[in-house]
């Protein structure tokens, strides 16, 4: 048994606060991780308050981790003691089905195993993740982390990164097509950067318009405040993809009008409310309503690889882990630029 601290959540309405747990000891195909980083994903903040049902407590939420090996199982070949290594969104998933053997393992048709707030496989344990001082996790379902990148700016990639790299690359994106990000947040600032560096003309659209400054700076050629008629009316039928990152309530119909003809609108953002979405807004161009959750691990580790090649790190703003229902209520207020990243040497 490893003796750890984190924070923790014990119910929808309170607040998170300090709390002790064992993590497992460490087993032979286990990587032990000193936890350097963690970022702070909207996801944290819905499970953190049940807003999407059957949340477990005591809850230690945190899914985008970056730390240092230092044991290692008698199986593992990917690490050495010293090596940084990542954690992402998956701990685990049956490892034998159609998805997982396609490198879909975010598919997995048993339900993979989320880093926190899941039940283990193989025990009743629920999964308690990077909002911690350490975490022990199967080898396979970690990566390896260029050294030479600011490592507190790595972290949101494993999970905002691949969440966005992953719709971005499935719908096709290149030169010559014109992409829009909505919801410039966590994911969403991601999602441009990505566009960008594959070479597509990128817009961004916001209900802020005090990020249009920034929007540029990442990038995107357009900037639409989504409550202007006027500016969305001039993009009806403008774009081939739009990438959807939006964490509150809204509907689909405003947004898939500024489709083309084949127009595809990937869905990340997950808000608890059903969108509307009217069948001419989707049969008048064939255009299409795609999903998609975070990235396999190989492609994952590709988009990592990719990221320390072109240099791609997330926006962020280091908080200590005292800091964390603070910056739940910024995040609320859209008020992060654009990922809040919980250092953990604050609680060891
Ligand atoms: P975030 O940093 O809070 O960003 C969300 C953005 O949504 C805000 O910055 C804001 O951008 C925009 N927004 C807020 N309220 C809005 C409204 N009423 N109408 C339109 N836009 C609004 O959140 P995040 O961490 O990027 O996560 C975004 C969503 O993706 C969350 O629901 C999260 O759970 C989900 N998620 C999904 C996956 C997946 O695998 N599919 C993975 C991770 C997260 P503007 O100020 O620019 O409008
Ligand atoms: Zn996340």
Same mark, same amino acid.
């Given at each position: 048994?490893?003796?750890?601290? $984190?924070?923790? #959540?014990?119910?929808?309405?309170?607040?998170?606060?300090?709390?002790?747990? !064992?993590?497992?000891?460490?087993?032979?195909?286990?990587? &032990?991780?000193?936890?350097?980083?963690?970022?702070?994903?909207?996801?944290?903040? +819905?499970?953190?308050?049940?807003?999407?049902?059957?949340?477990?407590?005591?809850?230690?939420?945190?899914?985008?981790?970056?730390?240092?090996?230092? %044991?290692?199982? $008698?199986?593992?070949?990917?690490?050495?003691?010293?090596?940084?290594?990542?954690?992402?969104? @998956?701990?685990? $998933?049956?490892?034998?089905?159609?998805?997982?053997?396609? %490198? /879909? =393992?975010?598919?997995?048709?048993?339900?993979?195993?989320?880093?926190?707030?899941?039940?283990?496989?193989?025990? !009743? =344990?629920?999964?308690?993740?990077?909002?911690?001082?350490?975490?022990?996790?199967?080898?396979?379902?970690?990566?390896?982390?260029?050294?030479? /990148?600011?490592? #507190?700016?790595?972290?949101?990639?494993?999970?905002?990164?691949?969440?966005?790299?992953?719709?971005?690359?499935?719908?096709?994106?290149?030169?010559?097509?014109?992409?829009?990000?909505?919801?410039?947040?966590?994911?969403?600032? @991601?999602?441009?950067?990505?566009?960008?560096?594959?070479?597509?003309?990128?817009?961004?659209?916001?209900?802020?318009?005090?990020?249009?400054?920034?929007?540029?700076?990442?990038? #995107?050629?357009?900037?639409?405040?989504?409550?202007?008629?006027? &500016?969305?009316?001039?993009? &009806?039928?403008?774009?081939?993809?739009?990438?959807?990152?939006?964490?509150?309530?809204?509907?689909?119909?405003?947004?898939?009008?500024?489709?083309?003809?084949?127009?595809?609108? @990937?869905?990340?953002?997950?808000?608890? +409310?059903?969108?509307?979405?009217?069948?001419?807004?989707?049969?008048?161009?064939?255009?299409?309503?795609?999903? $998609?959750?975070?990235?396999? @691990?190989?492609?994952?580790?590709?988009?990592?690889?990719?990221?320390?090649?072109?240099?791609?790190?997330?926006?962020?703003?280091?908080?200590?882990?005292?800091?964390?229902?603070?910056?739940?209520?910024?995040?609320?207020?859209?008020?992060?630029?654009?990922?809040?990243?919980?250092?953990?040497?604050? /609680?060891?």
């Amino acid at each position: 048994m490893i003796p750890v601290k $984190s924070y923790a #959540a014990t119910a929808p309405t309170s607040p998170l606060a300090p709390y002790e747990f !064992n993590r497992r000891a460490v087993g032979e195909n286990d990587v &032990q991780i000193d936890i350097l980083y963690c970022g702070v994903c909207h996801s944290d903040l +819905h499970q953190a308050r049940d807003e999407w049902g059957g949340s477990q407590y005591p809850m230690v939420p945190g899914h985008e981790i970056v730390g240092k090996v230092i %044991n290692v199982g $008698s199986n593992v070949t990917k690490f050495k003691v010293g090596d940084i290594a990542g954690v992402g969104v @998956m701990v685990d $998933s049956c490892k034998t089905c159609k998805s997982c053997t396609s %490198n /879909l =393992e975010q598919y997995c048709l048993e339900g993979f195993v989320g880093t926190y707030n899941n039940k283990e496989r193989n025990s !009743n =344990e629920i999964t308690k993740g990077g909002y911690s001082t350490q975490i022990v996790v199967d080898e396979y379902y970690t990566f390896k982390i260029s050294p030479n /990148l600011n490592l #507190a700016a790595v972290a949101p990639l494993l999970c905002a990164g691949i969440t966005t790299y992953s719709p971005l690359v499935y719908a096709g994106v290149k030169k010559g097509m014109k992409v829009a990000v909505i919801g410039l947040g966590g994911l969403g600032h @991601m999602g441009v950067k990505f566009a960008v560096s594959f070479g597509a003309e990128v817009s961004v659209i916001s209900t802020s318009p005090s990020k249009e400054a920034d929007a540029k700076k990442l990038g #995107a050629t357009h900037f639409i405040v989504s409550q202007d008629e006027h &500016q969305m009316k001039q993009y &009806q039928g403008y774009f081939d993809v739009i990438l959807d990152a939006v964490s509150a309530n809204h509907d689909y119909t405003t947004y898939l009008n500024l489709l083309g003809v084949d127009g595809k609108l @990937m869905v990340v953002g997950l808000p608890t +409310h059903p969108p509307a979405l009217t069948p001419f807004s989707i049969v008048t161009h064939r255009r299409s309503v795609i999903g $998609s959750c975070i990235g396999g @691990m190989k492609e994952t580790q590709e988009m990592l690889d990719y990221c320390a090649k072109h240099n791609i790190v997330s926006e962020i703003e280091v908080i200590p882990m005292q800091e964390i229902n603070n910056a739940y209520e910024r995040m609320l207020k859209g008020d992060v630029k654009y990922r809040f990243v919980i250092d953990l040497a604050s /609680l060891k």
